[in-house]
């Protein structure tokens, strides 16, 4: 597939947003520094667990009587959890895993994702492993598990995801969690593993018009000849032309040599204007919801177009273009869509009053 060429290098965040962003990025950071490597958590098995030792180790204590099978119940009970820590730590040792994000996405489509874990052990294996995707900003909703992880070798599981928001959807990393071996806690840790995929807007299928020759709306076309498939006619041949053209049912004598005039490959030149600057008086919902909207037509007929064998451009109000051709596809102008935001009125302004170019 031939390199996407679009009519800027990057597509950067407004400012705010990218401040925003490096804020929550540092304050990520310290609040690693504090965490700790493990997390411990109570299953409602644990809570009746921890309840039940509880009075048995108040009942040896309270009553006093020398009835050593209190204290035996209640040594039991104790040792039952720190064999519980044990397994479950060695469990989670020494495990990697791996993610496999597909090519693209598109809104409403659901993707596959892959989640691939090795146990690196050398003799013990992993049991009831659960690995958790994390995304940036996003609830974690989607789980892979593993019954069992034998040693020096590796599980696959995927799950199946419908992405809501065009744009970039950054995978920050793993939460990997057991109940191994009795069920009574939950420990977990976190793995950073970055991962971003892309998100193409929706793509609706629509039907469009029968074709006009001429121009409306933004469209060309031009027939003449040239070098296409149909053939509008038969001429004589001259000097220096190709001789795989020759109608030779018509070229009887050898002075009146009859070439076949092809027509030329037409195609019509689309543009899709888009307005992106958002006003200052607008409320920030609904003129957000009808900006998502307006990416969801254009891309709807972008690829409607493309489909049928015409040119595309793409122009927004704030002066970014792309442009596409049958051969080269739709994943470009669905890029650039997935990649656009807004610009607001008061920045473009500015922007303006300092002779700087809007990207």
Same mark, same amino acid.
């Given at each position: 597939?031939?390199?996407?060429?679009?009519?800027?290098?990057?597509?950067?965040?407004?400012?705010?947003?990218?401040?925003?962003?490096?804020?929550?990025?540092?304050?990520?950071?310290?609040?690693?520094?504090?965490?700790?490597?493990?997390?411990?958590?109570?299953?409602?098995?644990?809570?009746?667990?921890?309840?039940? =030792?509880?009075? /048995?180790?108040? *009942?040896?204590?309270? $009553?006093?009587?020398? &009835?050593?099978?209190?204290?035996?119940?209640? %040594?039991?009970?104790?040792?039952?959890?720190?064999?519980?820590?044990?397994?479950?730590?060695?469990?989670?040792?020494?495990?990697?895993?791996?993610?496999?994000?597909?090519?693209?996405?598109?809104?409403?489509?659901?993707?596959?994702?892959?989640?691939?874990?090795?146990?690196?052990?050398?003799?013990?294996?992993?049991?009831?492993?659960?690995?958790?995707?994390?995304?940036?900003?996003?609830?974690?909703?989607?789980?892979?598990?593993?019954?069992?992880?034998?040693?020096?070798?590796?599980?696959?599981?995927?799950?199946?995801?419908?992405?809501?928001?065009?744009?970039?959807?950054?995978?920050?990393?793993?939460?990997?969690?057991?109940?191994?071996?009795?069920?009574?806690?939950?420990?977990?840790?976190?793995?950073?593993?970055?991962? =971003?995929?892309? /998100?193409?807007? *929706?793509?609706?299928? $629509?039907?469009?018009? &029968?074709?006009?020759?001429?121009?409306?709306? %933004?469209?060309?076309?031009?027939?003449?000849?040239?070098?296409?498939?149909?053939?509008?006619?038969?001429?004589?041949?001259?000097?220096?032309?190709?001789?795989?053209?020759?109608?030779?049912?018509?070229?009887?004598?050898?002075?009146?040599?009859?070439?076949?005039?092809?027509?030329?490959?037409?195609?019509?030149?689309?543009?899709?204007?888009?307005?992106?600057?958002?006003?200052?008086?607008?409320?920030?919902?609904?003129?957000?919801?009808?900006?998502?909207?307006?990416?969801?037509?254009?891309?709807?007929?972008?690829?409607?177009?493309?489909?049928?064998?015409?040119?595309?451009?793409?122009?927004?109000?704030?002066?970014?273009?792309?442009?596409?051709?049958?051969?080269?596809?739709?994943?470009?102008?669905?890029?650039?869509?997935?990649?656009?935001?807004?610009?607001?009125?008061?920045?473009?302004?500015?922007?303006?009053?300092?002779?700087?170019?809007?990207?």
């Amino acid at each position: 597939m031939p390199t996407p060429v679009v009519q800027q290098d990057s597509y950067p965040a407004p400012p705010s947003v990218r401040v925003a962003s490096a804020s929550r990025q540092r304050f990520r950071q310290i609040l690693r520094r504090f965490r700790p490597p493990r997390q411990l958590k109570l299953t409602r098995e644990g809570r009746y667990f921890i309840l039940i =030792t509880f009075f /048995v180790g108040f *009942a040896a204590i309270a $009553i006093n009587t020398g &009835n050593n099978l209190l204290y035996l119940m209640l %040594g039991m009970l104790l040792s039952l959890i720190i064999v519980s820590g044990l397994l479950s730590e060695t469990s989670l040792r020494h495990l990697t895993v791996v993610r496999r994000l597909p090519q693209r996405a598109q809104v409403g489509r659901a993707h596959l994702v892959e989640i691939e874990v090795f146990n690196q052990k050398q003799r013990l294996p992993s049991y009831a492993i659960e690995v958790e995707d994390l995304r940036a900003g996003q609830p974690a909703d989607k789980r892979c598990f593993f019954l069992k992880i034998s040693p020096k070798s590796a599980q696959v599981a995927a799950y199946r995801r419908t992405p809501g928001r065009r744009g970039p959807d950054q995978h920050v990393g793993f939460r990997i969690a057991t109940r191994f071996p009795f069920g009574l806690f939950e420990k977990s840790r976190e793995i950073e593993l970055v991962g =971003t995929l892309l /998100v193409y807007p *929706a793509v609706d299928p $629509i039907r469009l018009p &029968n074709e006009i020759p001429g121009a409306k709306g %933004g469209a060309n076309q031009t027939e003449g000849r040239g070098t296409g498939d149909e053939i509008m006619g038969i001429r004589p041949m001259r000097e220096g032309e190709d001789a795989r053209d020759i109608y030779w049912r018509r070229s009887v004598l050898p002075d009146k040599v009859m070439l076949k005039e092809r027509s030329g490959t037409t195609r019509r030149q689309v543009t899709h204007v888009l307005d992106s600057i958002r006003p200052l008086a607008a409320a920030a919902d609904d003129w957000g919801q009808g900006f998502e909207q307006r990416i969801r037509e254009v891309a709807s007929r972008a690829v409607a177009e493309l489909k049928r064998g015409n040119d595309v451009t793409v122009k927004t109000s704030a002066g970014q273009t792309v442009r596409s051709t049958p051969a080269q596809g739709a994943d470009q102008v669905l890029r650039f869509l997935a990649l656009l935001q807004a610009t607001p009125e008061h920045e473009l302004l500015v922007l303006k009053s300092q002779g700087g170019r809007v990207l």
